[in-house]
């Protein structure tokens, strides 16, 4: 497959197919960043682990009617994706507090919220992916409501199969963050990856973290605890 590089960011390329219209490949690196990148590392095997996560959560979202730029994983890193038009919007879904809730807004560690609550964050590396609101997307014309009303709904219902199916596989879905495109017809996409790197998972018994907060904050091996939720999901 000859392929041209289109894009890099701090976790995945996308490449163009030479020859082949209307369809990338997105390939996941082994490098984990953290803090807006101040926090460097390679670790072996994570790419190939968030591309068969990511690969298992696309298709169940798509079982249930929620598609996304997906097409089907084609290497042990890659996977083949429609091409998108980013949204610079990160959207994150909370259903327990962690993370930034807790250091910025002083909710207790692993409450559970009333209800999903989303926040965006402006996608820019130059800014450090500030909080925004609805209003900053439509005066920067990011998005109008109407498109950012769709973003939601999707968010929410990626959330109800999520969790779900993640507790079905004796994970807990604390938070997550998704990215959204708009197709060739304009159409909102959900795009990106979904995965520990994206997502934090705690194990539904023991409450440990399963996910990139051990990078983070140098709890320990992630490559090791990813492989633990890849079994668990195929399960
Ligand atoms: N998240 C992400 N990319 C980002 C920021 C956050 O994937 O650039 C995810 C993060 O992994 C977590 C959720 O979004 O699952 C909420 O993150 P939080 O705001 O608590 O971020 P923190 O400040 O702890 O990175």
């Not at 390939?27 to 990511?54: H, P, R």
């Not at 038009?85 to 930034?100: D, F, P, W």
């Not at 409501?145 to 993640?166: G, P, Q």
Request: hydrophobic share 40%; aromatic share 10%.
């Amino acid at each position: 497959m000859e392929k041209k590089l289109i894009y890099e960011g701090k976790a995945k390329c996308i490449y163009e197919i030479i020859g082949r219209e209307n369809i990338y490949l997105q390939e996941f690196k082994d490098d984990a960043t953290a803090f807006n990148g101040e926090k460097k590392q390679s670790v072996a095997g994570k790419g190939a682990l968030n591309n068969s996560i990511s690969a298992i959560l696309f298709e169940y979202l798509r079982s249930k009617g929620v598609n996304s730029h997906f097409i089907e994983r084609v290497s042990d890193t890659g996977m083949l994706v429609r091409p998108l038009k980013i949204i610079k919007v990160e959207v994150v879904c909370r259903n327990i507090a962690a993370g930034s809730l807790v250091r910025k807004f002083g909710f207790s560690e692993a409450a559970e919220l009333s209800k999903p609550l989303i926040e965006y964050y402006y996608k820019s590396d130059e800014f450090g992916d500030p909080l925004f609101t609805l209003a900053h997307i439509e005066e920067m014309k990011i998005a109008n409501v109407n498109e950012m009303k769709k973003i939601d709904a999707v968010t929410l219902e990626v959330n109800l199969h999520l969790k779900k199916f993640f507790s079905d596989h004796g994970i807990k879905l604390v938070d997550f963050k998704l990215e959204f495109g708009y197709d060739s017809n304009g159409e909102i996409v959900l795009a990106d990856e979904i995965s520990p790197d994206t997502c934090r998972l705690w194990d539904l018994e023991s409450g440990k973290k399963l996910d990139k907060d051990n990078f983070r904050f140098g709890l320990g091996n992630i490559a090791e605890t990813y492989v633990e939720i890849l079994d668990k999901i195929r399960k």
